[in-house]
């Protein structure tokens, strides 16, 4: 009889096929530092060590025969846990948000030249961009850029992020930009940004495409259209253009295939629109 009231000799712990007229051993995963008794050493292979207040070490095999806290248990392996599973990184480099619902769609807004850019910024950084609500709409040009933001009526919660081709100094572009930076609500509201490469085609990297550098198009040909025949793409019809960019736009995996030029103006339009200041005022 033990101090429990309960009765039971040696072979009703140690072995769980004998009846008990005492408590039933109870599943527990071993773990370190558990204050354990050993009731009754069997047979078997997985062993846990325990240790007397000698410091003496001793090894029992897993199962029944323990005690914990003064109650019977059948020892098992100790708990698996499994390691925590590695973020997924997006096409642009950032953490993945888990189950993402994208954010209503916010007033501001990034505005690219056209669909090929609007493309090849939604295939890197849609991500990215669903998940501050962030729209990402083609212009089509920008020979009227100035009435188009003053049509949108910029402001602290209506910004605007824009990337335009060929933005360098004493460039059509460049007097274009600064005329659109003139107007009402455009300053601090406005941010226009460009890369240096005459269509958005070039700032997929060469590498990408498996050549050494994009091919120099003789002047007076249709940029496009002279790229894409040297490339030995599509390019008789419009149709055939709009091929042959898919046929490049599929090479684009990671921002890693694109320019740096490019790669940090497109940040910097993004953190413009998404800044707290922004999304506060």
Not at 166 to 190: C, T, Y
Not at 220 to 239: I, S
Not at 274 to 281: E, G, K, L, Q, Y
């Amino acid at each position: 009889m033990n101090a429990s009231g309960w009765s039971w000799g040696p072979q009703d712990l140690g072995s769980p096929d004998v009846a008990r007229t005492g408590p039933v051993s109870r599943d527990v995963p071993v773990a370190r530092d558990m204050v354990l008794e050993d009731v009754e050493t069997i047979g078997g292979m997985r062993v846990v060590g325990l240790e007397d207040r000698h410091g003496r070490v001793k090894s029992f095999p897993l199962g029944p025969g323990f005690l914990l806290d003064g109650e019977p248990v059948r020892l098992g392996p100790p708990e698996t846990r499994s390691a925590p599973a590695k973020p997924r990184i997006t096409r642009s480099g950032s953490v993945e948000v888990e189950n993402l619902r994208a954010s209503v769609a916010k007033e501001s807004r990034v505005w690219v030249e056209g669909y090929h850019d609007a493309e090849l910024v939604a295939k890197v950084w849609g991500h990215d961009l669903a998940v501050e609500g962030t729209v990402v709409e083609p212009l089509h040009g920008i020979d009227d850029l100035p009435s188009a933001i003053a049509e949108f009526h910029p402001g602290p919660q209506r910004r605007l992020g824009i990337l335009v081709d060929h933005l360098v100094a004493g460039s059509k572009e460049s007097r274009i930009a600064q005329e659109a930076l003139a107007v009402p609500g455009a300053r601090d509201n406005v941010l226009i940004l460009g890369h240096p490469y005459v269509d958005i085609w070039q700032a997929v990297k060469p590498s990408a495409l498996g050549i050494r550098e994009w091919p120099v198009i003789p002047r007076g040909v249709d940029w496009k259209t002279g790229m894409a025949r040297a490339l030995g793409l599509p390019h008789r019809t419009p149709q055939d253009v709009g091929r042959a960019w898919q046929a490049i736009l599929a090479r684009v995996n990671t921002y890693a295939d694109l320019e740096p030029a490019l790669l940090g103006r497109v940040e910097e339009l993004i953190d413009f629109l998404t800044a707290p200041d922004a999304a506060d005022s």
